[in-house]
C-alpha cells in the first residue's frame, strides 16, 4: 500500500509562498459539487492545455487554470488558513491527492509535491514568472485531475426512480 | 492509426449524427436547441484535440482523447433521448403542464424535454449535464407511455432539477460530512473489522483530519450520502407536488420490486416507500394501503465488511435525514410551485366530471387531474367491463383531455 494513504504529512510552505502570506481566500463552500466537478473536467483539460503552450511559449495566461482554481479552491482569504481547511475537507483531500499521483511524481521531493501551495502562488504572480519544471508540475496535476473527474463522469449513468447497483467498490479502488 | 486521428473521427462522427437528427421535426423548440448546444460542446472537443496534438506531451493527448472519448460515451445516450423525444408516441398533451411546472421551480428559462424511454424506470439525464443546465430531461417507460397515472412520477425527476438549481448538494453536504465522521467515529469498530491493516490508526478529530485513507472512507460516506438525500429529496418533490397520486404512480411501477440489488446511491425501497408514507403528507390508509412499506421489498446481499462500512454509513444518515429532505422539498413547492401543488379540494369536482365520461371543465392544476383519474381508477376498477376498452386506457383519455383543457385555459389566461 502506498504510504501516501496512510497520513498526510504536513505540507511544507515554501519560501516562495511567504510571498503570498498577505493573499486572502475566500471559500465559500468547500464542498465541490456534481456539476462543478463535470464542468471541471474540460476546465482541467483546457488549464492543461494552456500551461503546456505557455511551456512551448505560444501563450503567457491560463484562463482556464484561473477558473479551475477559483472553482476547487475559491479565491480571497488568508492561504495559510485556506490550505489547512481545504486539506481538512475529505471531499477535497482526496480528490486533491489522487490527482496528485501521476506516474514518476512519488519521486519529487516534499515540496514538489505540495501543489497546492504552488496554485497559490500561481493565483497570485501569475504563470508567467515560474519556470517550465515547476508549470510542468501543475500541468500535470491538471492532467491527474481530469483523470479522476472523468473517471468519474464515466461511472456517471441517468437517474432513474430506481437503479441498478452501480458505485464503484471501496475496497477496490487504487489497488488496496 | 493514431489515438488522435481514431478520437476526431469518433468526434466528427458524433458531430455529423448530430446533423441528421436536427433533419428531423421538433414538437418542441427545447430539443432542437438542446441539440445544437451538444453539437457545439463537440465541436470544442474537436479543437482540444488539434491543440493537444501540437504538443510534445504523450499524456496530454491521452488524456485529451480519453476525455473526448468518455463524453461521446456519455453523451450518445442523451442524443438518443433528443431523437425519441420527437416521438409521436410521447404524451405531448402533458408537455405544456411540465414546463409550466418546471418554470415555476427552477426559473421562466427552463426547458422541457419529454420523451418515452427503451427502459422500464422513469429517468431524467444528470442535471450535472454542463451543456444543458436549463433543460429538464423528463423520460418516462415507452411502454407506459399511453398510461397518464404514471405521470406522478416525473414529480421525482423534476426534483433532481431543483435539487441542482437550489445548489443543495452545496447547501447540505457540511451536515452529510458531520454526519459522515460522527458515523466513522461511532462504528469505530466496525470499521476496523472492515479494514483491520487501520487497526493501528485512532479515531480522533486529528487523524479524520489529516489520515488520508479516513478522508477517502468519510468522502465516500457522504458522497453516497448525498445521492440518498438528493433521491429522497427527489420523492418529497414529487410527493408534495401530486400526493397521493405520486405514492400510488411509484407502487404501481415499482412494487413489489424489480427483482434485482438495489444501487447503495438509493435508499431501500421499503426506506423510500416509509418515507413517502410517513413525510409525504398523505395517509395513504384511505388510498387503500394499510401499511404502505410493506408493499416493497429488496433483496438483501450480504457482503464483506470492507464493502458494506460504506454503504451502511450512507444508509444510516439517508434516514437520519430523511424528513429535513421532506421539509426542504415541501419548503420549496409550495413557495414557489405551490399553485401547482395536488389540493384535496379540488378533486370531487374533476372526479363527478370522470364519472360522467367527461374531461374535466375548469381543472386548478396536473396532480389535481391526475389525483382524481387515480381516484376513479381506484373506485372503478372492480367493477370496470373492460371488454370495449381498457379502464387505464379510458382515464388516461380523460386525463390527457383534462390536461389539454387545462393548457387552453393556462394559454387563454396568459395571453
Redesign the interface.
Known sequence: ?HR?????KPCVITADAEQVHNRDYIMT???I???T???A??QS??A??EI??II?GERSDSPHLTQLVTSLIGTGRDVGSARKEL?????F???Y?RASM?AGQEDRSPDENDILSLLFLIDKAGLSQFPPDKLAIV??FC?GL??EL?SE??S????????????P???L?YG? | MDIKFNTEKKARAFVAQIDRILLSDFPHKASESALNLVRQFFEDQLARITRAGASNDRALLERTCTTTNQRIFEYLPILGFLLRSTNTRNSFEAYYAFVEIAQALIGSGANVIFSSEWDFSPLTYPMNVGVLPEYVLLGMPSSESPNALVLPLAGHELGHSVWRNEQLENKFAPLAQDEARAYLKANWSNFIHAFPEHSHVQSTDEELSNNLFLNFVVSNIMQIALSQMEEIFCDGVGACLFRQSYALAFHYLLAPSLGGARATEYPTMQNRANFIATLGGVDLTKHGFADYKSEFSDLIIRMPPREKFTPDGADAIGVKLAPLMYSEAQTIVMSKAGKFAAEQSAQPGILNKFAKGLPAREPRSLPDIVNAGWAYFQSEAPTFQENERELVEWISELILKSIEVLEFRSRTKNA
Do not use: F, G, K, T
Request: proline share 5%.
Open positions: 500500500m501516501r494513504w496512510e497520513r498526510c463552500n468547500h464542498h459539487s456534481r456539476a466537478r463535470d464542468l473536467v474540460e483539460l483546457d492543461a492545455i503546456d503552450e512551448r486539506l481538512a475537507n475529505p471531499q483531500s482526496s480528490l491527492h501521476l500541468r500535470d492532467l481530469n483523470r472523468v463522469s464515466y456517471r449513468v441517468p437517474e432513474p426512480a430506481m437503479a441498478r447497483s452501480r458505485h467498490r471501496l475496497a479502488a488496496h
